[in-house]
């Protein structure tokens, strides 16, 4: 348990409460054409930035602790950084070290799947996003345990590989698929064979996240687990006919089982190891939960659950201890802001949709899913709706508006923070129109909360966890030209984007105690300390520093 924090002698905070708003995935764009968020009509947005103290902060790449600034940010390791008030060496950076040194190898649980199979014949499974997007997972990873497996004296390996065209180009599957399967070709021989047992698009099947839509993962389970789904000879012809037929982007395309003579290549049977090679854990927990969880599991009907030793890549939660067996260690995030506050006997409010409940909770406190403190914490998760987001853009930024603006009223919290979904869950969508109206509808609450936490004499902190909003159409590396379709219109990007966030300090009871002009050159982590100090304490010394000259 972290000490309390010692007061501020130079600044005891304002009356009502420090507001920090994540607008999910909303940054400055570098292009002006595919930038959304300038484009779109965004007044209160456009006020607080021209009238009030405001820096941009760095979200991506090293500064949030990533491999290199060539990695865009993500809501893993952006709120990682802003719960935590410092940077970590994160998953991504994490595994490649264990690859590299070996130590995954010589690693107890490596051991154990792989010793496994090699007594009971079976096969080692590995199922994953397949691409380097760096977010969830990198194929490099696999491709190194494959080849280790193989070393290793396993003799069958069967690879579930999902789509991904959310942080990579939108329709680029084949540009690792087909590569891969000649990777695993060439690996094959008399004594070992490695192939692709099924696949399918991240947002069709598998990698559901905070129990927004368990059918995802049914029909993951179906394909992986129990081979029943359409057949295909190949993943290429999959996801060449299924494109076709379909015309869907690859993070949509519907699930495929590989099957030779009618018979599915890659069941997953008992006595098979089973490893899930996705580094985080949001969109990990779920399928895990399906293999791990005994005969109390409701979720869905698993028909049959094999015997298998199963691990992740890495723990997915450090609270609950899941999965049982890992292959690389998390990183171990801790004294994140919220322990601190619970400390110092501060109560806090923390709320979003279900799509990023999680973020503001678990990804806020370090990966872990518990609360510090029941009596002085209160978490708040609106549903969303289960739609394609571009269908309903403004998601649920009026309902989470509703309920903070309530809480302000009432004035029981000191702490509130939340996370609007809308810059991101419909950046994802690479719809344009959509993006636009998201942005709209974020600002309007903007400008609720704006006038609430003026009436209670609080603070408002707004800034982001990474860009995405901000950069829509793909642009040519070299001349920055935006690149086209055949049909003249721009590509769109649905990824995130590598820009700088904004970091707005909307406090209407200002008194000169802090010098107008913020920090620049920070990153996101800078704004637990800005909390922090805007709650009337002193950061915890370690902690990045706030935007703030006192
Ligand atoms: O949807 C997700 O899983 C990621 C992109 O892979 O987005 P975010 O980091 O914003 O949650
Ligand atoms: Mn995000
Ligand atoms: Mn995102």
Known sequence: MVEA??????????KGPVVLVIM?????????????????HTEVLDELMASYPMTKLKAHGIAVGLPSDDDMGNSEVGHNAIGAGRVFAQGAKRVNGAIESGEMFTGETWKKLTENVKKSGGSLHFLGLLSDGNVHSHINHLKAMVARAKEDGVKRV???????????????????????ADYLASLSDGGFDAKIASGGGRMKITMDRYNADWEMVHRGWQIHVLGEGRQFANAHEAIETLRKETGAIDQDLPPFVIAEGGKAVGTVEDGDSFILFNFRGDRALEITKAFEAGDDFSEFDRVRVPNVEYAGMMEYDGDLHVPKQYLVSPPSIDKTMAEYLAASGVKMFSISETQKFGHVTYFFNGNRSGKFSEELEEYVEIPSDRVPFEERPWMKAAEITDRVIEEIE????RFIKLNYPNGDMVGHTGIYEAVLCSMEALDLSLGRLKKAVEKAGGVMVISADHGNSDDMFEHDKKSGAVKTKANGKPQAKTSHSLNPVPCIVYDPGYKGEYAKELRSGLGISSLAATCIELLGFQAPEDYDTSVFTW
């Open 5 to 14: 924090l010692k007061a501020n002698p130079a600044f005891s905070g304002r």
């Open 24 to 40: 999910d995935g909303v940054g400055f764009g570098k292009y002006t054409e595919g930038d959304a968020v300038a484009a779109a």
């Open 158 to 180: 069967r690879v579930h590989a999902l789509l991904d065209g959310r942080d990579v180009g939108e329709t680029s599957a084949l540009d690792y698929f087909d590569p891969f």
């Open 410 to 413: 009432k004035g029981s919290y």
